[in-house]
Structures are given as structure tokens and as C-alpha cells.
């Protein structure tokens, strides 16, 4: 069956900031307090976007979450107006303000684990809405997600959307970012690699001394099993616990996968050799054969590979049965990263081409490429019984620049979440942004 590959990049929302709310991820904790830019950050990744439309490659977008997230704020017993709740909490509790203002819905491959319909048992696209229960900023992301999702894949003919998992440490799941499925063409039945950092009912298994392990295994199976995947097709497999020590919090900070690619560093996984020898076997199984391209910690230190986010980069197929590899520009400052990318290039082999943006906003947080993108393998009638709305096209690029000239700040630092005006400025740009996308009642903004 043919099918494409399209990429939904989040929108970055209103209220981008940097709170350093992320235990294990670097850029996050390095950058806690700094004044953010939001403006800059929702045109790094519409530009983004936009190029990767122009390229030819199927792009599309899911919309921010409502911030602040008063859900979240009159749950712990803030109560009043919106203005006595955030003036409380300013007061009381200003992380959990900065957690209910988080932008960390933009960050699309946590939004949820996708399974194409060439996988699948009953022949739908599978959608299971991660639950971030690592996080307290992010822990609440699935009810939105949950509900963008239905409302982009509301034809359950074709889409089958899941109620994300019990949100409880046994279950922490992270969607995507440690999900990479590998296939002939996009459109072939595949093999799906979930990689986990811990086994919350097996103590002895490997886990992270100094950092959270924000994936179990427990959750992966429960994704396979939810989405109907094949035994013979699904391999599991656990991060090295190590480099979750150094700062990898997900799989997708130091390997991804395309087609019959997969781009890794050599310490990623716990097992190399086991978790090679699987993937080999059942990439067989799907008539391909694996190309694992190593990258050695003597070409590429583990700390250069989380400074620069050369393995955050999306793997993306060109017409020419080549691949591109799409990285943020923090690849081509970092010497030891450029040096072996400018090798990798020149070597012959699948990847042939570098494609770099700047997403410094993104990146100050620990959000690279990779990160902002959720991959959804569709054919030609599941893409157009999709919401036509959110694919971007140059009008759609337009009209959310002049959007986001006209909603966003310039400039975010900590204490302006105090300012019950900024809350009633991004309550106003979504109000729009729902009409913009054709997206009515998208939101829960009563
Ligand atoms: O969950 N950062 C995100 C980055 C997510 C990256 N996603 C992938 N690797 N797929 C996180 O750690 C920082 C928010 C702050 O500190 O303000 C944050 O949530």
C-alpha cells in the first residue's frame, strides 16, 4: 500500500518559557530563569515547517495547549477569579505557576505513540496520547492531546484514538520519542522498536542512578498491545542507563530510525548487540535489510551528542530513495559533530544530504528537531479523511506568521506569569487560532 510519511511539528504557544521544570534534561535546568522569546520560537518552527512543505515532505502541525492551564491550578485549591488564582499561586507556588504555563505540548513526538495501519491488527492508524506522568508541567498534556488528536482523526473508520495510559509511575509513557518503526517503504507493513528506561516491576533490570527513567517497559507493551501490533514485529529494547545519567531522557536524544536506517550511537542501548540482532531478524521478517549506522563515542563523545542534538534530528525519505538528515544548527558549532557529519555525508552511504535550522528557543530547552515533530505514516484515503486544516501550505504559513506577530510577545521572563493580562492574551490567540485552523471547540476555554 502506498502511504507517506507526515510530519505534524507543534505549534509553539504564547506563553514559551524557560522554568528549568525538566530533571534530567541539561538545556532545560542550564537555561532555568532566562528570558524566553516566544514570538522567535513559534516562527523557528513555522519556518521549519514551511521549508520542509516547500522540500516536497508531507508536513502538517498540531496546535498549542491552553495556558495557563487553570485546570491544573483550581485542582490544587487555588480558587477566586483568574486573576485572585494566578496572583496565589505567583505568591505561593511560582513553579507551579511556570508549570501551568508551560509550552511543552510544542515538543509533538511526547504528544503520543503512532502506529500505521500496515501494522496494525484491524487496519486503523492507532493513536495512545502519552501521559508524561514524569513531569508535573506535562502530566496533564493527554487531555488536550487526547482531544486534538480526536478532533484531527475524528473518522473511525480509519483512525483509532486511545485514552492515554494510567497515569502512574508503572505506566510512564513518553509517546514518540522513544518509539522508531522501520519499513521496505513508509507504506509496508514495519517493525516498531520501543525503547524503555526502566522495568518498574523488576528491580534488577537496568535503570538510571542519577536521573529519571521516563519510560517503562511496562507502558511500551501496553502501547504494542493497545494498538494491536504483531509479536513478530515489535521489538523492545532498554536504554543504556548511563547515558539517561548524562542527560539522554529520551530514546530520540541519541538514536532515530527511517525506513531500513537506523542512525545510532554506540552506547544508546543497554544490549548493542542484542538489540541490533533483534531489529536485524525482524527487519528481515519485513523483507528489508537493516543499515545501522554507529556513530563511536571516539568520532562523538555522549556529551557532544546531547549538547549539539545530532541524533534529535529527523531521518526524513526523499523521492530519490536517499535520505536527508534535518539538524538543528548546534550541530555545525560543535566541532567533533560537524567533523563526522561532514564524513558521514561524503561516505556514499543512505543519508546524503544536511538540512539545518535554527531552533534555539527550542533547543535552549532541550527540544531539537526531532522533538517537534510527530510522525504519522498515512495513505492517500486516510490523508484526506484527516482534517484538512492543520496541513501547512504557504497560505497556512501566512496566516499563522501574521498570527503570531500579532499575539506574541517578544520577550518572557519569569515574573510576567504573575500578569492576569498575559493569561487573557493567550486565551485570545487560541480563541482565534481555532477558527484559523478550522478547528471550532477545539478548546476548553469556559
Ligand atoms: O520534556 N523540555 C522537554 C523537552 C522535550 C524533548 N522531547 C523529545 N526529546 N522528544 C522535556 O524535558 C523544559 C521545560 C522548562 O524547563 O521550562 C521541557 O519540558
Not at 122 to 128: A, K, Q, S, Y
Amino acid at each position: 500500500m502506498m502511504a507517506r510519511e507526515f510530519n505534524f511539528d507543534g505549534l509553539v504557544g504564547p506563553s514559551h518559557n524557560y522554568a528549568g521544570l525538566s530533571f534530567g534534561n541539561v538545556a532545560s535546568f542550564s537555561n532555568v530563569k532566562s528570558a524566553s522569546n516566544p514570538r522567535q520560537a513559534a516562527l523557528q518552527g513555522l519556518d521549519k515547517m514551511r521549508a520542509l512543505a516547500n522540500r516536497g515532505f508531507a508536513q502538517a502541525l498540531l496546535p498549542p495547549q491552553a495556558r495557563p492551564n487553570f485546570r491544573l491550578l483550581r485542582a490544587i485549591g487555588y480558587s477566586g477569579t483568574d486573576a485572585d488564582v494566578l496572583a496565589r499561586a505567583w505568591r505561593e507556588a511560582p513553579v507551579v505557576l511556570a508549570c501551568a504555563y508551560s509550552a511543552s505540548p510544542m515538543w509533538t513526538a511526547n504528544a503520543a505513540t503512532v502506529s500505521p495501519s500496515a501494522d496494525t491488527l484491524d487496519g486503523r492508524v492507532h493513536f495512545t496520547a502519552a501521559n508524561l506522568n514524569n513531569k508535573l508541567h506535562r502530566a496533564d498534556e493527554h487531555v488536550q492531546s487526547t482531544r486534538t488528536l480526536q478532533a484531527i482523526f475524528a473518522n473511525a473508520e480509519h483512525f483509532a484514538v486511545h485514552q492515554s495510559l494510567p497515569s502512574t509511575p508503572a505506566f510512564g509513557d513518553e509517546g514518540a520519542a522513544n518509539h522508531t518503526r522501520f519499513s521496505r517503504h513508509h507504506g509496508d507493513a514495519g517493525v516498531e522498536l520501543f525503547v524503555y528506561g526502566k522495568v518498574e516491576f523488576d528491580p534488577s533490570a537496568p535503570h538510571p542512578k542519577k536521573y529519571p527513567a521516563r519510560q517503562t517497559r511496562e507502558a511500551s507493551e501496553a502501547i504494542a498491545r493497545l494498538h494491536g501490533l504483531s509479536d513478530t514485529r515489535t521489538v523492545f529494547a532498554a536504554q543504556n542507563p548511563d547515558v539517561i545519567d548524562q542527560g539522554v531522557f529520551h530514546n530520540d536524544v541519541i538514536a532515530v530510525g527511517n525506513g531500513n536506517v537506523l542512525f545510532y550511537h554506540e552506547q544508546a542501548f543497554a544490549d548493542e548487540a542484542g538489540t541490533l540482532d533483534a531489529l536485524r531478524r525482524t527487519i528481515d521478517g519485513v523483507g528489508a535489510t537493516l543499515q545501522a549506522v554507529r556513530v563511536d563515542s571516539a568520532h562523538v563523545p555522549v556529551a557532544d551528542a546531547v549538547a549539539s542534538y545530532l541524533f534529535n534530528s529527523q531521518l526524513l525519505s526523499k523521492s530519490d530513495g536517499r535520505m536527508a538528515l534535518v539538524v538543528p544548527h548546534e550541530c555545525r558549532e560543535n566541532p567533533a559533530v560537524a567533523q563526522y557529519l561532514s564524513q558521514l555525508l561524503a561516505s556514499g552511504g543512505a543519508i546524503d544530504e544536511l538540512i539545518d535550522f535554527d531552533l534555539r528557543q527550542s533547543m535552549r530547552n532541550g527540544g531539537g528537531p526531532a522533538c517537534l515533530r510527530l510522525r504519522v505514516v498515512l495513505t492517500d484515503a486516510q490523508a484526506a479523511a484527516m482534517h484538512q486544516g492543520v496541513i501547512m501550505t504557504e497560505t497556512l504559513y501566512a496566516t499563522l506568521v501574521d498570527w503570531v506577530g500579532r499575539h506574541y510577545r517578544d520577550r518572557l521572563e519569569p515574573q510576567d506569569l504573575a500578569d492576569p493580562l498575559f493569561a487573557i492574551e493567550c486565551n485570545t490567540a487560541l480563541a482565534e487560532l481555532e477558527r484559523l485552523l478550522d478547528l471550532p471547540g477545539l478548546y476548553d476555554l469556559s
